[in-house]
């Protein structure tokens, strides 16, 4: 077996089928930087459909900054073609293409004399928008990426956190709308607490955006969590799978892929879903806190639960009481019971949710919305079937997909 068997494996090529023309064709493309012996990306070939988020992951010094930046053209590709949307590419004037591509990096570059709204502005001030259409766009995008405008937008970047300057990055590359968006570790230099709620802030607007979005990371969890497909490299961009992450997990193509997934692919597929995607027990017993003992008794009896969950005016979980706590309340029911722990949003995946349920020491994650009202309740067993169920689909897949090649 050479290297490249290796890494490619019998099942490297083996995609998801689809039919639609893909948003960007790879074609053999190759970069050979001056006085390196090997090319950096050697010959890739690939479609990345469009709408979706395609994950490039690797080790370091792969090749996958090269192949974003032959993508948009930063660099020029030595052979191979690149094709945009249907058109090849190859030989478009750069500036042109890259108005039709938001690129986002790690360090963001942010320009740090520009307002974050000059920033923003960059690219339709280039394309000569009014200044009208300029402000509606700055304030428009603000909003998306959740930052107020009125708050934001005069600001400077050194008055912002790296989580903002992170956002504002990103509404920057969405500015003129491009239909493509290259994002190069955008979440690499963030403490963990704020990747997981950029990623999670991600997801959602990559609902409501619908861009095709190429994502390079070194974190096999993230690419697993955002990704709609994963391309694992090898060296010199060699791909060595490109699939669904459930089905990377299910049947990685070769040991390097199993390598590269590490331990633990069951642990692993728990970030394929999210809390909002699964059936929550809707059923808690709840009362408001600045209700009456007596009142939270009689919920906590007529329910059947052995507990209860106080809530304040806004339907934010404050504490879990059970009847003998309401017993000893002497009325105030702000100092009844336990306070809540375990509190995930329902963009959060079920591994961030089972994490806080074990790091809590609570048997359940109480499930809150963007603005912290309670939604219901997620139990061990609901996490355990989601588990296999992802994995029974995934098994299936290959079942049927093998049944139509033998
Ligand atoms: N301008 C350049 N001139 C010469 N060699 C380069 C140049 N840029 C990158 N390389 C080399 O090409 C290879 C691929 O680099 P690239 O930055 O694309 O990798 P990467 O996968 O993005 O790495 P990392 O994850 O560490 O950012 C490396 O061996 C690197 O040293």
């Known amino acids: 077996m050479t290297a490249t068997d290796q890494i490619a494996g019998p099942g490297a090529s083996q995609a998801a089928a689809t039919t639609a023309e893909p948003m960007i064709r790879l074609e053999e493309l190759t970069k050979s930087y001056r006085g390196q012996k090997k090319p950096a990306v050697d ?20 090749g996958k900054t090269t192949t974003m930046e032959l993508i948009n053209r930063l660099i020029e590709p030595t052979s191979g073609r690149i094709h945009l949307d249907g058109e090849d590419v190859t030989t478009a004037d750069p500036d042109t293409l890259r108005r039709r591509i938001g690129y986002v990096i790690q360090q963001i570059g942010l320009f740090p004399h520009f307002t974050v709204g000059e920033n923003i502005a960059t690219v339709p001030k280039l394309l000569g928008w009014d200044k009208a259409r300029i402000g509606n766009r700055v304030d428009e995008l603000l909003d998306l990426v959740g930052l107020d405008p009125a708050v934001f937008a005069k600001r400077y970047p050194k008055e912002l956190s790296g989580g903002q300057r992170q956002r504002i990055g990103v509404a920057r590359a969405l500015a003129a709308d491009p239909p493509v968006m290259l994002m190069d570790e955008p979440f690499g230099a963030i403490d963990p607490i704020t990747r997981e709620r950029l990623q999670n802030e991600f997801l959602r607007l990559q609902q409501q955006v619908k861009k095709t979005i190429v994502f390079v990371t070194h974190d096999i969890d993230e690419a697993i969590k955002l990704g709609d497909r994963i391309a694992i490299l090898g060296e010199q961009s060699r791909i060595a799978q490109y699939d669904t992450p459930a089905n990377i ?7 390097y892929v199993e390598d590269f997934i590490g331990s633990g692919a069951s642990l692993k597929r728990l970030n394929l879903s999210l809390v909002g995607d699964v059936a929550l027990d809707t059923g808690a017993a709840t009362a408001r806190i600045d209700g009456t003992a007596a009142e939270a008794r009689d919920t906590l009896e007529s329910s059947g639960r052995s507990a209860l969950l106080l809530l304040d005016g806004q339907g934010r979980p404050q504490r879990w009481v059970d009847a003998r706590d309401l017993d000893r309340a002497d009325g105030d029911l702000r100092r009844a019971g336990e306070p809540v722990s375990a509190l995930v949003d329902t963009g959060a995946t079920l591994s961030y949710a089972l994490n806080e349920m074990l790091t809590s020491n609570a048997g359940v994650a109480l499930v809150v919305d963007g603005s912290g009202a309670f939604q219901g309740l997620l139990d061990f067993e609901t996490v355990m079937v989601t588990t296999r169920s992802i994995q029974r689909d995934s098994s299936d897949f290959y079942r049927a997909a093998k049944a139509v090649t033998d």
């Open 43 to 62: 010959r890739v070939t690939m479609d990345m459909p469009r709408g979706e988020i395609i994950v490039l992951v690797g080790p370091s010094g792969c």
């Open 249 to 255: 997990l299910s049947n990685p193509a070769s040991t």
